[in-house]
């Protein structure tokens, strides 16, 4: 424990005192603690190594610092390599360029080969931060022919934890290898990782579509990618069809209203009767998004009618996310379109058969209210809502007078 203390504060301490001790009386210190019989010890050794190597000139650092580092990164000990694996890009800063090509590049391949999954994981988060560290003048080289066999391999892993790690950090290569190399070689291990069994490495590469579309344009990924994207909207775990519909408004923004139109927008509005309540709600949202992005004509012919049929649902949970689509459309829709194209259908609603509908359709008339013409606030929203007021229902009665005192 008092080693494992110890090798804790080496580095910290090593930034401290002057250079010439940190050679006669430090590094021999430092070497006895990487070589402890304890991994508990020599894990915290690799962790000092990053401020010692910091501090250190490179031609110190290739002979104090790296022969420990070597032993480290194939330690018998996988949490001794975990660690190597954790903190690879810091001491890939540290211990310069000429270093990293010569023996760093090794190492890293080593780690994300290495029989331990927890170990793959760890590197493979590394994977993009690494490779940005190298050299302009080497990077293409090393990422191409040393770092990318390893990717393949790690792509269909039998850990979904590697894959995870690897598919949050993956799309990001693609700016620094180029748009030809992306094509030929990252582009298949997108769909392969986009059709992955497990939903969170599916998630991982969702969440990243866009790195990739600034650099091999729309048109080509909308080729290559945009058929397992629609798959996924309709994935059986909702978590993955909410991050399709997250990512919805960007990638609708990239294609273009006219391709959005033919190849996405049932899918939209497919996910406002989803099952899961947080899908339908995040449809509507996007949906307010979408308007913002095509125009209120889009919306009058695309969007309205579609949502306006649902009051028409014999389920009542269809007819209420009309209303949830209302209130929230209602914040980018003209007054105009409002008045004459929503409203009806809201007042219709409240001789609903379901209590639930109408006192949603109180809350509904109070948020769309402000949008609304003086006369037809008079003529049509009041008398609703005092007949609401009326209603047997105790929660339908609140919401009609809470609506009630707005106007």
Known sequence: MVRRAAASK?????????LEFVKTDLIPTFTNLSSDE???VRLLAVEACVNIASILPPEDVDAL???????????KSWRVRYMVADKFTELQKAVGSEITKTDLVPAFQSLLK?????VRAAASGKVKEFSDNLGEDIREQIIMTNILPCVKDLVVDPNQHVKSALASVIMGLSPVVGKDNTIEHLLPLFLTMLKDEYPEVRLNI??????VNQVIGIHQLSQSLLPAIVELAEDNKWRVRLAIIEYMPLLAGQLGVEFFDEKLNALCMAWLVDHVYAIREAATTNLKKLVEQFGQDWAATQVIPKI???????NYLHRLTTLFSINVLAEVIVAENVSKLMLPTVISLAQDAVANVRFNVAKTLQKIGPKLEAGMVQAQVKPCLDKLNSDTDIDVKYFAQEALTVF
């Open 10 to 18: 080496l580095g910290e301490f090593a930034k401290v005192v002057e």
């Open 65 to 75: 610092v790296m022969p420990m580092l070597r032993t480290a990164a194939q330690d």
């Open 206 to 211: 969702i969440s990243n579509l866009d790195c």
């Open 308 to 314: 306006l049929a649902m009051a028409r649902d014999p």
């Open 114 to 118: 290495d029989y331990e999954a927890e």
């Open 38 to 40: 304890q991994d508990s």
